[in-house]
């Protein structure tokens, strides 16, 4: 039952398949991440009191369901979806997930409409690599601009496809603007394996703080 709790189920992976044939560039995988996975993408991120969480298409809800198991009840946490077929999913299962169903490019007018300003963690399953390039930097410069200096942005990459060029360009790309690169782990017990990786935005030095 865990499984299809957590969104890997039959079910779960008849509709991301459907919805990967309805719009393969916007989906980007046909079936759903494994459990291992998922606890990747969430391992070591502080869920505790007062933390504030966005997941970015978050579809039949692989992550979302380890990401509600391990918040504090203390915490917030916001999904968005431009799915409204998984936007209803998410709701149907974890009714006390705030669910939104809009793209990614509006995280930042988002966060500010709920007033979660600035976030904690972000974690996400958009398929980067196959989004049009436009609307990836309008996501990349949302993501930079809401976490918080310590904050984390977590998600992961094909391990077939780490090294095309879109992939790598990617990577740099959010180094840059979050000033840090990435921690990389590789999940094995996922199909095909991934690797998971999780970029920190930097606490400000001395000499960036005002009157330093």
């Known amino acids: 039952m865990g499984d299809v709790q957590h969104g890997t189920g039959i079910r779960e992976h008849v509709l991301l398949f459907s919805r990967f044939l309805r719009s393969p560039r916007t989906v980007g995988a046909v079936t759903a991440s494994s459990r291992a996975l998922a606890q990747a993408m969430v391992e070591g991120l502080d869920l505790g009191p007062g933390r504030r969480i966005v997941e970015l298409g978050p579809g039949t809800g692989a992550f979302t369901g380890t990401i509600v198991d391990r918040l504090h009840p203390g915490s917030e946490f916001l999904a968005v979806d431009i799915d409204p077929a998984f936007v209803r999913q998410v709701q149907r299962r974890w009714p006390e997930v705030q669910c939104v169903c809009a793209s990614a490019e509006r995280l930042e007018e988002i966060v500010s409409d709920f007033n979660l300003d600035p976030i904690d963690h972000i974690v996400s399953g958009l398929p980067f ?25 977590t998600t992961f990459q094909y391990v077939h496809g780490y090294r095309l060029p879109s992939a790598v360009a990617f990577r740099k790309s959010l180094t840059e603007r979050l000033g840090a690169p990435p921690t990389t782990r590789i999940v094995l017990k996922n199909f095909p394996p991934a690797a998971v990786l999780t970029w920190q935005k930097p606490q400000p030095s001395a000499a960036d703080l005002p009157n330093a």
């Not at 690599?129 to 436009?134: D, E, G, H, N, Y």
């Not at 309008?138 to 942005?153: C, D, E, K, Y």
Request: aromatic share 4%; no cysteine; charged share 10%.
């Open 129 to 153: 690599v196959s989004l049009p390039t436009a609307m990836t930097r309008q996501i990349l410069q949302n993501i930079a601009a809401v976490l918080r200096p310590g904050g984390t942005f």
